[in-house]
């Protein structure tokens, strides 16, 4: 099988980072994979050959909303040149937005298959007040989903709301969270202990996040504040980066918090801070898996959440604290309650972490059921059957 992937994750071009990794362990599974990458002419990304079967290409454009264009215009050449075969090629979108409109027209334009993937809870109200744009999104989503021949979505409630809100057929869902890898996580040793790196603190709160909207990170400086009231011996480590950088430092300065919340660019053991952290904080308006709720609790690191993502297949209460979205209450309580509650604190963290070891899948079953989504001719027999 050869896969062409529409792509907005630059990192691929970054030698040595979790992104190229993982991409070169899912072209072990095909015959070729070419990924196209949204990406800026000013980046200067060049093509490369990551591998024998495995090819990246930059769209450099010159605006963001050429992407969808010039992606197309790069995988008309591509499937031009390669010759594909239309029985044994599958063009796949990273979202049913922007990648997905270019993705779509490819495949049609091309008599390919297609499969669009969705990794944001789109449908949920939080995202779609959250911007125009995200209101537009909307809309191509309306028009992208109901054409591809198959979707992948990385949570059960992600599948129900395609199926009850937009009237995807269930058998074109297949459900496929994103790869933790428990054994490696379980093994590590921390690099960093943050309760060293940070000694004035008697409590630290981890919140490894992008600086952007729908993070709401504002909103967890608010609850912070009411938890220094009480506790000023307690710390919050943000690690990231993002556009809302220069503002949310701001904030933090007016309500004179400098010396208690430490920000930190982004790293790639973050494993470290989760098992060195007293308890991790996430206080988003939507996603569509939440993939540092499973790091947190693989680390062992006590969860107090909004009821966004995996969140919602938690136990309350006995797993995690969870919280509605923006409920100020609701998780100043939860973060006391479990500040002043070691033995709680405890077994929650060991709920979640025995949990989730037992129930994840090996990296081998893991990229079976990759490659098993990306095969259509079960869903093209039913499509037969049905008279379609």
């Known amino acids: 099988m050869n896969v062409l992937m529409i792509s907005f994750e630059r990192k691929l071009f970054e030698e040595g980072s979790a992104a190229r990794q993982r991409i070169i362990e899912y072209g072990g599974l095909f015959d070729e994979l070419h990924v196209i990458v ?12 990551i591998a024998p079967n495995i090819w990246l290409y930059p769209t450099n454009s010159l605006f963001n909303v050429f992407y969808p264009w010039d992606a197309y215009r790069l995988g008309r050449e591509l499937i031009r040149k390669r010759h594909f075969e239309k029985t044994h090629t599958v063009v796949t979108a990273q979202d049913p937005f922007e990648t997905g409109i270019a993705a779509l027209f490819l495949a049609k334009r091309s008599k390919l298959k297609l499969q669009i993937q969705v990794h944001t809870d789109f449908l949920n109200p939080n995202f779609i007040h959250a ?8 809309h191509l989503t309306a028009y992208i989903l109901p054409k591809a021949d198959g979707v992948r979505v990385v949570s059960e409630k992600i599948k129900r709301s395609l199926i009850e809100q937009m009237h995807i057929f269930s058998e074109r869902i297949t459900v496929l969270p994103i790869f933790v890898d428990a054994r490696a996580i379980a093994s590590f040793h921390p690099r960093v202990d943050l309760r060293k790196k940070y000694p004035q603190f008697k409590f630290i709160i981890l919140m490894p996040t992008r600086f952007t909207e729908e993070k709401n990170i504002s909103f967890a400086l608010d609850v912070f504040r009411t938890v220094l009231n009480k506790y000023p011996f ?43 952290a007293n308890l991790f ?3 988003s308006r939507f996603e569509g898996y939440g993939l540092a709720l499973i790091e947190a609790a693989l680390s062992g690191c006590p969860i107090v959440t909004s009821h966004v993502g995996i969140a919602e297949e938690l136990r309350a209460g006995i797993e995690a604290e969870i919280c509605p979205v923006k ?3 609701c998780f100043t309580l939860s973060i006391l309650g479990l500040i002043e509650n070691n033995e709680r604190r405890e077994n929650m963290r060991l709920e979640a972490k025995h949990r989730f070891e037992k129930e994840l899948p090996t990296k081998r079953k893991y990229l079976s059921d990759f490659k098993q989504a990306l095969d259509f001719w079960k869903i093209y027999g039913g499509r037969k059957e049905r008279g379609e």
């Not at 911007?131 to 909307?138: A, E, K, M, P, T």
């Not at 710390?235 to 919340?261: A, F, T, Y």
């Open 38 to 49: 949204f990406s800026k002419r000013k980046l200067n990304l060049k093509p490369e050959h």
């Open 131 to 138: 911007s125009l744009l995200n209101q537009v999104r909307l």
């Open 234 to 276: 307690t710390g919050l480590v943000i690690v990231g980066e993002g556009p809302l950088e220069p503002e949310l430092k701001r904030h933090v300065k007016m309500l004179d918090m400098d010396n208690n919340v430490m920000f930190e660019p982004w790293r790639q053991d973050i494993v470290s801070y989760f098992k060195t």
């Open 281 to 283: 904080l996430l206080t």
């Open 327 to 329: 409920d100020l209450a």
